[in-house]
């Protein structure tokens, strides 16, 4: 029998190697979520190690916030196939140097070929997990029927010992695609919440001071990406109709509203935000909105808003809304396939939207404006809500209990590599 390549701590300790396609400074949800992950179990004595895509302005061996991350050159090529292919085979070789400092392989979102470094840390003797993150992605399995790369993308879940899904909606699509439902493993993403809290009125006033935010205007909020996925398009349309009846209405947009490819930097993705800005500009309300472009403070913005927006048309889970939810934020939402129902299970927690008319919006927000002590009642339940089921602490406390069934502790004096 040949030795174990598995590295086994006597001490208890986990180690961890997370493989993520974009990971900070640059933005994507679900890098920042992998980076939240990171920190919280770091600071619960897990040896974390990030693999990612190497970017312009980045070095190959870099330090993020404590986190150690290995960053790969991907493939500066037109080819739409070109960036997760390098990706999947640029890992390789890094997880076979850092074999004996990992036992098991987290891969943030399935991409073609993720099944590559799946198979390769099974090789390697590791456990893997890989986690679900959008809908409508090649996350998503319902995507895979008709799809030529559906077998692909199959494969990669076949090859995970475990598989995550962040919501209701993926897991149910996970049942149906006929996979086997012992891997699947259901968790939610999770929030900081002694870093997203309500502030007094007297702290919010000093926040907008320091940010440059009128004191006695209102603020409606929005945090994402500025593009049609997001409901971008609804969220200015709507933006427009209040501001006409508002005076002292205005709008945050926290998040990047300019798509620069970081693999090709001069080509942008296809985005609507110009042509939404104009629409702003034509309606007289553009000194009215703020762009404050990607930031590493949403919870100051959020802690300076007054009734938090979310129009987006499609996601793996929304942590916007849990972020803003922590802050204390009434919050009006769309239903994104159930998942807002799912995040906001109980009495009035927030507002869904089943409709992607811009009109249903005005509705909603202009009752909660006019009806604050009912807001504050609404954005008090959210906060206790996201306290109980979304708190980062509790949610890390799941992922070391689906790591220690996966590897559990070697107890001192065992056998560590034996031998026949």
Same mark, same amino acid.
């Given at each position: 029998m040949?030795?174990?390549?598995?590295?086994?701590?006597?001490?208890?300790q986990l180690a961890v190697c997370m493989l993520c396609d974009l990971y900070l400074p640059f933005f994507s949800g679900a890098s920042h979520q992998a980076h939240r992950l990171a920190k919280s179990l770091?600071?619960?004595?897990?040896?974390?190690?990030?693999?990612?895509?190497?970017?312009?302005?980045?070095?190959?061996?870099?330090v993020v916030e404590?986190?150690?991350?290995?960053?790969?050159?991907?493939?500066? !090529?037109? $080819? *739409? +196939?070109?960036?997760?292919?390098?990706?999947?085979?640029?890992a390789l070789p890094i997880l076979f140097k850092e074999r004996h400092h990992f036992d098991i392989l987290h891969i943030h979102g399935n991409k073609?070929? !993720?099944? $590559? *470094? +799946?198979?390769?840390?099974?090789?390697?003797?590791?456990?893997?997990?890989?986690?679900?993150t959008l809908l409508g992605s090649p996350d998503d399995p319902a995507t895979w029927p008709g799809n030529p790369l559906g077998p692909l993308m199959r494969l990669s879940f076949v090859l995970a010992d475990r598989v995550v899904s962040i919501s209701t909606p993926l897991s149910d699509n996970y049942q149906r695609s006929g996979l086997d439902p012992a891997r699947l493993r259901k968790m939610p993403q999770?929030?900081?919440?002694?870093?997203?809290?309500?502030?007094?009125?007297?702290?919010?006033?000093?926040?907008?001071a320091a940010l440059g935010l009128r004191h006695q205007a209102t603020y409606l909020s929005f945090v994402g990406s500025f593009k049609q996925r997001k409901g971008a398009d609804i969220l200015v349309e709507m933006f427009i109709l209040l501001a006409r009846q508002h005076p002292e209405l205005h709008l945050l947009v926290v998040g990047p509203d300019a798509f620069d490819d970081p693999v090709r930097a001069k080509r942008p993705y296809v985005s609507d935000?110009?042509?939404?800005?104009?629409?702003?500009?034509?309606?007289?309300?553009?000194?009215?909105?703020?762009?404050?472009?990607?930031?590493?403070?949403v919870h100051t913005f959020l802690q300076a808003s007054d009734v938090f927006v979310f129009p987006?048309?499609?996601?793996?889970?929304?942590?916007?809304?849990?972020?803003?939810?922590?802050?204390?934020?009434?919050?009006?939402?769309?239903?994104?396939?159930?998942?807002?129902?799912?995040?906001?299970?109980?009495?009035?927690i927030a507002i869904i939207v089943g409709s992607e008319d811009p009109q249903d919006y005005v509705q909603q927000v202009a009752d909660l404006l006019a009806h604050p002590h009912a807001a504050q009642e609404m954005g008090r339940r959210a906060r206790q809500r996201v306290i109980a089921?979304?708190?980062?602490?509790?949610v890390t406390e799941k992922y070391i209990g689906l790591y220690r069934n996966l590897c559990p502790p070697v107890k001192a004096g065992s056998d560590i590599n034996p031998k026949s």
């Open positions: 040949k030795p174990s390549m598995q590295s086994k701590h006597l001490n208890g770091v600071e619960r004595n897990v040896q974390v190690l990030v693999i990612a895509g190497r970017y312009p302005g980045t070095a190959a061996q870099d404590g986190i150690p991350v290995r960053r790969m050159r991907l493939l500066n !090529s037109e $080819l *739409p +196939l070109a960036r997760p292919f390098s990706m999947a085979l640029g073609v070929f !993720s099944f $590559l *470094p +799946l198979g390769f840390a099974r090789l390697l003797g590791k456990k893997t997990v890989i986690k679900m999770g929030v900081d919440v002694s870093r997203f809290h309500p502030v007094a009125a007297w702290q919010k006033k000093e926040i907008r935000a110009d042509a939404l800005k104009q629409a702003v500009q034509r309606a007289g309300v553009i000194d009215r909105v703020v762009f404050t472009g990607q930031v590493s403070n987006s048309r499609r996601e793996g889970f929304g942590t916007a809304i849990i972020e803003a939810m922590a802050v204390g934020l009434p919050c009006v939402i769309s239903s994104l396939d159930g998942i807002a129902a799912e995040i906001c299970s109980g009495e009035n089921a979304y708190d980062i602490e509790s």
